[in-house]
C-alpha cells in the first residue's frame, strides 16, 4: 500500500517505529504548507526555510519520544508556531543586543581602561615622590597628600613659612621636569 493512502495517525504510528518511507510521506505532505504557514508570519524566505528543515530535523532525531497529543498536522503546527515565537525572541534579543552594543560604542567611557591608565600614571608620580629628598618629600606629602597649608606645615615642622613655600615649589618643578608637563597638569 503507498504511503499517500495513510492517514496522518497511521503514518504518526510508522515514524515511531523508524519507518524512513512514512517520514518522507510526512515531509512531502507538510513541507509547503508549514513553509507557506512561516513565512505568512516572518516573511524571511530563508529562515522559514531553516525553521521548517530544522523542525523535520527534530522530528525524525525524537521521533521514539515524541507524543502527539492532537493530530500530526496539529503537532507540526504547534511546533512552527513555537519556532517561530523563538526565532523572533531571538531576533529581538539580537537587535537589543546590537543597539546596545552600537550605542556605547557611540558614547561609552570605557572605565576599565581609565582605571588602568589612571592608576600607572598615578604609580609614576608616586615613583618620583619617593625620588625627591626626604625632608623635601616630608614637605611635599603634607601639603599635596594631607592637604596641610604652608602655615601648618612650618608650625608642625618648626620651620619658617617661606622655607615651606621654597620646598614646595622646588618640588613642584623637579617634578615636572621629570614628568614632563603634560603628566604635571594632570596630577
Not at 48 to 60: A, M
Not at 139 to 168: C, G, M, P
Not at 178 to 185: D, P, Q, V
Request: aromatic residues 12%; glycine residues 2%; proline residues 1%.
Amino acid at each position: 500500500m503507498p504511503y499517500k493512502q495513510y492517514n496522518d495517525h497511521e503514518l504518526a504510528d510508522l515514524l515511531k517505529s523508524g519507518d524512513q518511507l512514512a517520514y518522507a510521506e510526512i515531509y512531502h505532505r507538510y513541507h509547503a504548507v508549514l513553509y507557506i504557514h512561516a513565512f505568512k508570519r516572518l516573511q524571511l524566505r530563508e529562515e522559514c526555510r531553516d525553521l521548517v528543515h530544522e523542525l523535520f530535523t527534530t522530528l525524525w532525531i525524537k521521533r521514539a519520544e515524541t507524543t502527539f497529543k492532537t493530530t500530526l498536522s496539529g503537532y507540526l503546527y504547534t511546533s512552527v508556531r513555537n519556532k517561530i515565537f523563538d526565532l523572533l525572541a531571538k531576533q529581538k534579543l539580537k537587535k537589543s543586543y546590537t543597539q546596545s552594543i552600537q550605542d556605547f560604542a557611540e558614547t561609552g567611557f570605557v572605565t576599565t581602561d581609565y582605571l588602568v591608565r589612571q592608576n600607572q600614571l598615578k604609580a609614576i608620580i608616586d615613583q618620583e615622590i619617593a625620588n625627591l629628598p626626604a625632608r623635601t618629600r616630608q614637605i611635599f606629602e603634607l601639603s599635596r597628600k594631607n592637604f596641610l597649608s604652608h602655615q601648618e606645615i612650618a608650625k608642625a615642622l618648626n620651620l619658617s613659612e617661606q622655607t615651606v613655600k621654597t620646598t614646595i615649589n622646588n618640588a613642584l618643578r623637579v617634578l615636572r621636569t621629570r614628568l614632563g608637563s603634560m603628566m604635571f597638569l594632570s596630577f
